[in-house]
């Protein structure tokens, strides 16, 4: 079974920058499509981003298109997300996750809590006026 391992999050300003790193504890396939979640408290967990082992395609959530950016190394298994020009409301628990998926199938299709097959613990991000 996949274990996932989140790091990178913690405290920072309005406008400021992140980034998440997930680390799969072993060599994810090439038809993996990796996710990130996240969770504000007394919300329910929402779609980020995700992106394709396959095709290197990617999908960001309205919410954070322009600001977020999802990449990831295959050969290290392991997926970033690139958080520029933070919001208060960005302010959760962000969650990376993975499924096996048909290749090259975008990821567009893949944006629901039950889609996932392996979740993180979750790293705590959070922003400060």
Do not use: H
Request: proline share 3%; glycine share 10%.
């Amino acid at each position: 079974q996949d274990q996932l391992a989140e790091s990178g999050g913690g405290l920072v300003q309005a406008g400021g920058s992140l980034r998440l790193s997930c680390a799969a504890s072993r060599r994810t396939a090439i038809n993996y499509v990796m996710g990130w979640f996240r969770q504000a408290p007394g919300k329910e967990r929402e779609f980020v981003a995700a992106i394709s082992w396959s095709s290197g395609s990617t999908y960001l959530s309205d919410p954070v298109k322009g600001r977020f950016t999802i990449s990831g190394d295959n050969a290290k298994s392991t997926v970033y997300l690139q958080m520029n020009s933070l919001k208060l409301e960005d302010t959760a628990v962000y969650f990376c996750a993975a499924k096996e998926a048909p290749y090259y199938r975008s990821p567009y299709y893949y944006t629901t809590v039950s889609d996932y097959d392996y979740w993180g613990q979750g790293t705590q991000v959070a922003v400060s006026s």
